[in-house]
């Protein structure tokens, strides 16, 4: 079993900043992919950034150049670093983790993330 433990919203005005964290504990002896996935209100929900065990990242258009995905494997967590941040970033941010053996993934409880104009 893997438990997920987010961390890092709030609110923040136009133009700030915030660093999510997310940290996986359990089994997670084969981890693979980490992601952060949002969902603002009335909208699916959409992958933000994407970050694999070796390090390559994928971003969605809309938060390129703006935000970081990175991760620690030595602790099993991965960041959100949001720089820059517009009123249509506001939403429900959520981690997602990716294991192999077996194959199985898992949400975190979503934290939220408000930026006011």
């Known amino acids: 079993q893997v438990h997920l433990v987010e961390s890092g919203g709030g609110l923040v005005q136009a133009g700030g900043s915030l660093r999510l964290s997310c940290a996986a504990s359990?089994?997670?002896?084969?981890?693979?992919?980490m992601a952060w996935y949002r969902q603002a209100p009335g909208k699916q929900r959409e992958l933000v950034a994407r970050i694999r065990r070796g390090g390559s990242t994928v971003y969605a258009d809309s938060v390129k150049g703006r935000f970081t995905i990175s991760r620690d494997n030595a602790k099993h967590t991965v960041y959100l670093r949001m720089n820059s941040l517009k009123p249509e970033d506001t939403a429900v941010y959520y981690c997602y983790v990716e294991f192999l053996l077996p194959p199985e993934e898992y949400w975190g409880q979503g934290t939220q993330v408000t930026v006011s104009s």
């Open positions: 359990g089994n997670t002896f084969s981890l693979n992919d």
